[in-house]
Structures are given as structure tokens and as C-alpha cells.
């Protein structure tokens, strides 16, 4: 019960702020190309497991509206880790493991995809769009794969180790090995995704 409350408490606060945060850049210039988005980012993560409209939002409405996207992505998987726990939970539910730092790797990464997204595509636009979308969607998508395995491995290395009946000391080849195999087949698949989506709502958008 507390945690639900908790939960509801955290969902509560933050339908207030993006309701001021939408009010602010007004409802027609976010809400319709978000719907969009994450309609197409839906369909997309049904063939790969990535932040597929996390990336779309920020390379779309910009990296700032992508960052907040991402945040709310966070708190789906740490709503979704808290109410119906898996064996690997504890990682994103600071409720599962009661450490802080669990709240750091359901959020941060998940924020910062939709951000580094958006922030390569504004970099590289000017000079060759198609570029920049292509190095958005998968810079943005390796951004998370990378940030999390990396928080797995620094702040819970010896209770996932566990988890997977693996020794500490092969834990670090065995997640550079995820990051080089399928994190860079998901980035890649990803950005395909990406990059049509991206296409077609930058014109709407546009």
C-alpha cells in the first residue's frame, strides 16, 4: 500500500508540472505530433526493444520535449517494476532494492536518449539532415543501452552477477559483449525506425 502510494504520489506531481510544461509551449505544438510519435514509437518497439519514440520526440519536438518524454518512459518502467516485479526489478525500483541509486538508472538513461537524440540531430541538421537523423537515432539509442549496463555494473555488479549465476569477474566482458552485439544490432534496427518515422513527422511538423 505504501508503495502504490508512493507511486500515485510521484505520478500525481508529475501530471502537474507537464501540464504547466505543455500550457508553456502550448497544447497544439506539443500534444499532436506526440500522439503521433509515440503511436509510431509503439508500433516500432513491437520489433525492437528500444526507446524508439523517446528518440523520434527528441529529434521531432526538440531535445528538451525528448528529455521529457524519456522521463515519462522512466517512471512507466519504474511504475511497471514496482507493481509487478521480475527477478531483475531491484535494478529499477528503488521500492525493490531500497537503494537511491535504482531510481538514478530507471530515469536518468531514459531521459538523456530523447536529449542526446535531439542535441546530435540540432548539430548536424544544417549541414546534412538525413545525417543527423541517422546519428540522433543511434547515438540516442546506444545512449540508454550503455548508461544502463554501465549503472548495473558499478552500483549493483554483485547482486546481477548473482542473479545470472556468473562470477564478478567475468561480469564486465559479459556486458561489453551485450553492448557490442545487441546493443549495436538494436541501435542500428532502431535507427532505421527512426530515421522513416523522423522523415514524414519532420515534414508535418514542419
Given at each position: ?119 546530435i540531430y540540432e ?70 525506425i527512426s530515421f ?11
Amino acid at each position: 500500500a505504501i508503495v502504490l502510494g508512493v507511486v500515485l504520489l510521484t505520478a500525481s506531481v508529475v501530471s502537474v508540472v507537464s501540464g504547466k510544461f505543455i500550457d508553456r509551449i502550448g497544447k497544439t505544438t506539443f500534444v499532436a505530433p506526440a500522439s503521433i510519435i509515440m503511436l509510431v514509437g509503439l508500433i516500432g518497439m513491437f520489433f525492437v526493444r528500444t526507446s524508439v519514440t523517446v528518440i523520434i520526440a527528441g529529434i521531432v519536438i526538440g531535445k528538451k520535449q525528448g528529455a521529457f518524454v524519456g522521463l515519462v518512459f522512466g517512471l512507466c518502467s519504474l511504475f511497471t517494476n514496482t507493481i509487478t516485479p521480475t527477478v531483475s526489478s531491484f535494478i529499477f525500483s528503488p521500492f525493490i532494492s531500497g537503494s537511491f541509486f535504482s531510481l538514478i538508472i530507471v530515469l536518468v538513461p531514459r531521459i538523456l536518449i530523447g536529449y542526446v537524440a535531439g542535441l546530435i540531430y540540432e548539430m548536424i541538421k544544417n549541414k546534412n539532415e538525413t545525417l543527423g537523423i541517422i546519428s540522433g537515432s543511434f547515438i540516442g539509442g546506444l545512449t540508454n543501452t550503455i548508461l544502463v549496463l554501465l549503472g548495473i555494473y558499478l552500483i549493483f555488479g554483485e547482486q546481477y552477477a548473482a542473479m545470472l549465476n556468473m562470477d564478478i569477474n567475468v561480469l564486465l566482458p559479459y556486458i561489453l559483449g551485450i553492448v557490442s552485439t545487441q546493443g549495436l544490432l538494436e541501435a542500428i534496427l532502431g535507427s532505421i525506425i527512426s530515421f522513416m518515422a523522423s522523415k514524414v513527422l519532420l515534414k508535418l511538423y514542419k
